[in-house]
């Protein structure tokens, strides 16, 4: 058996969690920043699961990513119902589905990284689960009026579905152009 690089594979989840981070941080610039952050990161996000996915041809590649933002936002204390139930079972979808495609398939790898694209909303999700309380948080925490800021996106469903809905091609692109600057990792899969 292939002999896993450990230190890489935690660099690439800290990474992983480091593209949450700055995704919820751009909700600085404005909430529709923060609420629609999802539907972009996965172009980021497709390097770090193509990279995983191509060393861990089994079992694990999708939930090491999402099990690692898991563990340290329940640490940090930012886990909640909507965040927690996510990430699992994004994580649970796309693992599934690599297992069905074969793990050691690109075709695999690209079809399991759409549900993992949308992990981030997992992770936002308690704007449209928790109004109340999240606006609630937002007074306390952001500065005046952002909370005032926020409701209209939350209120504006329609563009939550189109958001959602674009997430899809938005992660195919991501994992093909994955592909092409990670060539070495493409390679590694059939």
């Not at 999708?62 to 996510?86: D, K, R």
């Not at 990430?87 to 297992?99: C, D, H, V």
């Not at 469903?157 to 070495?184: D, N, S």
């Amino acid at each position: 058996m292939k002999k896993l690089p450990v230190f890489r594979l935690l660099l690439a989840a800290l990474i992983y969690l480091g593209l949450f981070v700055l995704a919820s941080s751009c909700g600085l610039i404005h909430p529709a920043c923060y609420a629609y952050a999802g539907t972009f990161v996965p172009i980021l996000f497709s390097l770090l699961y193509l990279y995983t996915a191509s060393t861990i041809q089994g079992f694990g590649a999708a939930l090491l990513l999402n099990g690692f933002v898991l563990i340290v936002g329940l640490i940090m204390g930012e886990g909640n119902p909507p965040m927690i139930i996510g990430l699992i079972l994004l994580a649970l979808a796309a693992e599934l589905i690599r297992k069905l495609c074969g793990y050691e398939t690109l075709r695999g790898v690209l079809l399991s990284f759409i549900p993992l694209a949308f992990s981030f909303y997992a992770y936002s999700a308690h704007w449209w689960t928790d109004t109340a309380g999240s606006l609630a948080a937002a007074v306390e925490e952001m500065p005046a009026g952002y909370a005032d800021a926020m409701k209209p996106v939350i209120d504006n469903i329609p563009m939550l579905i189109v958001m959602l809905l674009l997430t899809i091609p938005v992660a195919i692109l991501g994992m093909r152009l994955a592909e092409k600057v990670m060539k070495k990792q493409a390679a590694a899969l059939q």
